[in-house]
């Protein structure tokens, strides 16, 4: 299948053209595996995420409606994804309420020198409640009341999850420079 516009892509797709499919995986899966690593504790984690978000997509393409970005709809089922993933994983399940949170800044100049996949491996150390809020409100760009629906948690767990991931998280980023990852 040569090089087609994403609406035609995505027509083909909805056909059930097997090989548009396999297009449209082989141009969204790194993407898409990014996010599912960000959500993930594991590698492994990652690849069952991705494979259940392309199963997803693939089931419920034909309500895109081509109403706006594709790849912005394909990130939010692959979140979604993520989280329903870690919802099912009952060992996962801890979240402290604390009314009041703060803030602790992210000063580390160590950040700003990491590569990619040290700080994916810093974020995968952190505990799941933690990763997911960190992900949802710095990168998903979500409101803590938003977040708290989306993983059934207080306002105020998910400012507490947010304050406890940044410490936790310069504390990884610490120790992986410790033992100098690679």
Request: hydrophobic fraction near 40%.
């Amino acid at each position: 299948m040569g090089k087609i516009s994403e609406h035609e892509l995505i027509t083909a797709c909805l056909s059930g053209d097997g090989k548009a499919q396999k297009q449209l995986y082989d141009q969204y899966n790194k993407v898409m595996f990014g996010i599912c690593l960000r959500y993930s504790g594991t590698y492994d984690e990652a690849k069952d995420i991705l494979q259940d978000g392309f199963v997803k997509v693939f089931m419920k393409m034909h309500q895109f409606g081509f109403q706006g970005s594709f790849e912005g709809w394909m990130k939010r089922i692959f979140v979604n994804t993520a989280l329903e993933y870690y919802r099912s994983q009952k060992n996962h399940l801890y979240h402290e309420d604390v009314s009041a949170a703060e803030t602790i800044e992210l000063v580390d100049s160590t950040l700003e020198r990491m590569e990619l996949k040290e700080v994916l491996k810093a974020l995968q150390q952190l505990s799941p409640g933690y990763r997911n809020v960190l992900n949802l409100f710095i990168i998903e760009g979500y409101s803590h009341a938003e977040i708290a629906s989306m993983l059934q948690i207080s306002e105020g767990t998910s400012k507490s999850q947010l304050s406890r991931a940044r410490a936790a998280l310069v504390e990884a980023i610490g120790l992986l420079h410790k033992k100098g990852i690679e």
